[in-house]
Structures are given as structure tokens and as C-alpha cells.
């Protein structure tokens, strides 16, 4: 079958097409035709390598993936060939204490599709049976589905579960063109709560605010942590959405209100960054890490995308064979919302 793969770490050059087997299908799992598959900024650092984190080579990128059902292991499903389906893109153990609590993403098994394991850049992938979650493609096409899994999963996780947003609230959310500031603005507006946003151009302004986005800050011409207090009447905000990491964390803690909280899922400008304890304690500030979301998220989170209550917002689709021009689009952060890869 047709993949892209890369057999060493380094820039957007090293994704290659490539010929290689079809997986063959242990018992407890499926193979899924990829009629879609989105690139994340994980595929970005998967692809140059991380410290601490080993990925078997040559290896096939992509963890959000939308397609049919081929063939199970074992026909033990109820889902049977040629059902559409969305990947749930975290595999767990599903027995340990995080699993039972419904925190998957903590076990100490945890993996992700196209992480440690091969992904979407391909014509087909193979996948735990029960990571496959059947789909109706009337409303959203593969396209779109394929948009969804892990942004929406993230935002919600980060917003709704160790944000605890309530409505009345003001969110400031990083890069609304990014897809998981698109889509937690979305989540966030859903919740009835005031959104502040950033953006890295006047044309991504009108964009943002068409999401639902109250205020759109332009961050290139703007002081966002100044506006955010701005639009606050100098209290802050309530809660800051980050997944920028050093070039935005002082500015972030800055536009909190009181008692604010921050939460984060990315380090997109670096891992380190450093902060005024005095200021984090005197404010009673709270910050939460979050590491994707829980299958019950997942789930309740395509129920709202699939009755339209949540939007996939798609920026372009490639052919897979051009994956590294995806890559090298998102690099530039040129992209209003999701680019997604079609084999
Ligand atoms: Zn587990």
C-alpha cells in the first residue's frame, strides 16, 4: 500500500512516499481504509523527534483518522466491513486505575496513533477495535471528521474538564486559527461564556470572530495581555487557553483576573518557561497541565460535532503525497484551521 513515511528525524524533507505491507491484524484489532487523515503540530515534533520518546523507524505519521472499516481480527464487533468510522486517536491499557477513572491518557501504557505506533499516512491503517467509533457522513464529509478527533478531544478536555469554564466566564483562547483554538473557541462560545482570541493577522480577524469569538486580538500589531485587561475593564480574564508555551506565558498569567486559572496542552514556542511567584500566589492563580482527553470526552465531543452544534473548520486538504507541503504550511502558521491529507 502507499504511505508516507520518514526513516530519520529532521525538517518536512524527510517525509517520503514509500510502498510497504498492509499491517497484518492481531485479534483485537481493525483495519481502517483512510479516506482522510488531519496533520497536528504532535506529527510536526513526532516527525524532527523528542527527548525521552522513542518512535520505532521508518514510521508512518498521523493520529486523526477518518475512514471504513476493512477488516477486524476477530469478528467480534458489532461493527461490521464498510462501516465509516472516526479513530479515537489514544490506545490505554483499559484495566489499569487511570483507565477505570476514565483517565486514559495517564496510563502508563498509553500510546497514540502515529505516535509510538504507525498512523495515517497511508492507505490504511491498523487500530484497536475499540478505538473505532462509527460515524454518519450526511453532514460532515471524510474531510471534515477527520479535523475533528484530537483538537475538539483537547479543547473540550482542557476547557470543560480542568478549566471547569462556567458560563458568564471570560476565556482568553491562543490562536483561534490554529485547529485547537478554532475549535475551542467554538466549545467555549457553546458554553456560554465570553471569548477573547488571538490572531497573527488582520485577515484572521473577521475569521475568528465568524467562529463566535467576541474579540479578536491581533498579536502582532496588539499587547494581548493589555487588550485582555482592556476588554475586562482591567479585572482579567478568567481563564487563559494555552498551547504556546514561552512566547506567550508571561503575557498569559498577566491578563488573569484573581483566583484565574490556565490551562495547557502545548509548547509550540518551546518547553521552558519561567514565572513571578510572587504575582502566581499574591493572585491565588491556579495552572493545569492536560494531556488530550478520555474516551467519555471524546465521544460526548463528536455527538456535538455530529448534531452541528460544533464545526470542524477545515483550511485545506492535500493529496497525502504532498504531506510535507501540509507540513511546511503549518510551520509558517499560514493555516485557518485544519489541514487534513487525503490518500
Ligand atoms: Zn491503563
Same mark, same amino acid.
Given at each position: 500500500? $502507499?504511505? %508516507?513515511?520518514?526513516?530519520r528525524?529532521g525538517?518536512a524533507?524527510?517525509?517520503?512516499?514509500?510502498?510497504?505491507?498492509v499491517?497484518?491484524l492481531?485479534?483485537?484489532e481493525?483495519l481502517?481504509?483512510?479516506?482522510a &487523515?488531519?496533520?497536528n503540530h504532535?506529527?510536526?515534533? !513526532?516527525?524532527? =523527534?523528542?527527548?525521552g520518546?522513542t +518512535?520505532?523507524?521508518p514510521?508512518?505519521?498521523?493520529c486523526?483518522?477518518a475512514?471504513?472499516?476493512r477488516r477486524?481480527?476477530?469478528p467480534?464487533?458489532?461493527?461490521?466491513?464498510?462501516?465509516s468510522?472516526?479513530v479515537a486517536?489514544?490506545i490505554a491499557?483499559?484495566h489499569?486505575?487511570? @483507565?477505570?477513572a476514565g483517565? /486514559?491518557?495517564? @496510563?502508563d501504557?498509553?500510546?497514540?496513533?502515529?505516535?509510538q505506533?504507525d498512523?495515517g499516512y *497511508? /492507505? @490504511?491503517?491498523k487500530?484497536?477495535?475499540r478505538?473505532? +467509533?462509527p460515524?454518519?457522513?450526511?453532514?460532515?464529509?471524510?474531510?471534515?471528521?477527520?479535523?475533528?478527533?484530537l483538537?475538539f478531544l483537547?479543547?473540550? $478536555?482542557?476547557?470543560?474538564?480542568r =478549566?471547569q469554564?462556567?458560563? =458568564?466566564e471570560t476565556?482568553?483562547?491562543?490562536?483561534?486559527?490554529s485547529? +485547537?483554538?478554532?475549535?475551542a473557541v467554538?466549545?467555549?462560545k457553546?458554553?456560554?461564556?465570553? %471569548?477573547?482570541t488571538?490572531?497573527?493577522?488582520?485577515?484572521? %480577524?473577521?475569521k475568528?470572530q465568524?467562529? =463566535? *469569538?467576541?474579540?479578536?486580538?491581533?498579536?502582532?500589531t496588539?499587547?494581548f495581555a493589555k487588550?485582555?485587561l482592556r476588554?475586562?475593564?482591567?479585572?482579567?480574564v478568567d481563564l487563559v487557553?494555552?498551547h504556546?508555551g514561552?512566547a506567550?506565558?508571561a503575557?498569559?498569567l498577566r491578563? #488573569?483576573?484573581?483566583?484565574?486559572? #490556565?490551562v495547557t496542552c502545548? *509548547?509550540?514556542?518551546?518547553?521552558?518557561?519561567?514565572?513571578? #511567584?510572587? &504575582?502566581?500566589?499574591?493572585?491565588?492563580l491556579? %495552572? *493545569?497541565? @492536560?494531556?488530550?482527553?478520555?474516551?467519555?470526552?471524546? /465521544?460526548?465531543?463528536?455527538?456535538l460535532v455530529?448534531?452541528? !452544534? #460544533?464545526?470542524?473548520v477545515?483550511?485545506?486538504?492535500?493529496p497525502l503525497?504532498?504531506?510535507?507541503?501540509?507540513?511546511?504550511?503549518? /510551520?509558517?502558521r499560514q493555516?485557518?484551521?485544519?489541514l487534513?491529507?487525503?490518500p
Amino acid at each position: 500500500m $502507499h504511505a %508516507v513515511v520518514f526513516r530519520r528525524h529532521g525538517g518536512a524533507r524527510v517525509l517520503e512516499s514509500a510502498s510497504v505491507p498492509v499491517p497484518e491484524l492481531g485479534p483485537d484489532e481493525a483495519l481502517v481504509e483512510v479516506k482522510a &487523515c488531519a496533520v497536528n503540530h504532535l506529527d510536526l515534533w !513526532t516527525r524532527e =523527534g523528542m527527548p525521552g520518546v522513542t +518512535i520505532p523507524l521508518p514510521h508512518i505519521l498521523g493520529c486523526d483518522v477518518a475512514g471504513v472499516v476493512r477488516r477486524l481480527g476477530t469478528p467480534i464487533s458489532p461493527l461490521g466491513a464498510w462501516t465509516s468510522v472516526v479513530v479515537a486517536p489514544g490506545i490505554a491499557c483499559g484495566h489499569c486505575p487511570y @483507565c477505570l477513572a476514565g483517565r /486514559e491518557s495517564l @496510563c502508563d501504557r498509553f500510546q497514540i496513533v502515529g505516535l509510538q505506533v504507525d498512523g495515517g499516512y *497511508a /492507505e @490504511c491503517v491498523k487500530v484497536p477495535i475499540r478505538n473505532l +467509533i462509527p460515524i454518519s457522513t450526511e453532514r460532515w464529509d471524510y474531510t471534515q471528521w477527520a479535523a475533528v478527533p484530537l483538537v475538539f478531544l483537547t479543547a473540550w $478536555h482542557m476547557l470543560m474538564t480542568r =478549566g471547569q469554564l462556567a458560563p =458568564g466566564e471570560t476565556v482568553l483562547i491562543h490562536a483561534a486559527g490554529s485547529g +485547537i483554538g478554532s475549535a475551542a473557541v467554538q466549545i467555549a462560545k457553546w458554553r456560554r461564556a465570553t %471569548v477573547i482570541t488571538t490572531v497573527g493577522s488582520q485577515a484572521k %480577524v473577521a475569521k475568528a470572530q465568524a467562529l =463566535g *469569538a467576541d474579540h479578536a486580538i491581533n498579536y502582532q500589531t496588539h499587547d494581548f495581555a493589555k487588550e485582555a485587561l482592556r476588554l475586562t475593564g482591567g479585572r482579567g480574564v478568567d481563564l487563559v487557553f494555552e498551547h504556546i508555551g514561552p512566547a506567550t506565558w508571561a503575557g498569559s498569567l498577566r491578563a #488573569l483576573a484573581k483566583g484565574g486559572r #490556565l490551562v495547557t496542552c502545548g *509548547a509550540t514556542s518551546g518547553r521552558e518557561v519561567s514565572m513571578d #511567584l510572587r &504575582c502566581f500566589f499574591v493572585k491565588e492563580l491556579s %495552572v *493545569a497541565g @492536560c494531556y488530550m482527553g478520555s474516551r467519555q470526552e471524546l /465521544e460526548h465531543v463528536l455527538r456535538l460535532v455530529e448534531a452541528g !452544534t #460544533l464545526k470542524p473548520v477545515v483550511d485545506a486538504v492535500f493529496p497525502l503525497s504532498d504531506a510535507a507541503q501540509a507540513h511546511a504550511r503549518m /510551520e509558517s502558521r499560514q493555516q485557518f484551521g485544519k489541514l487534513v491529507l487525503v490518500p
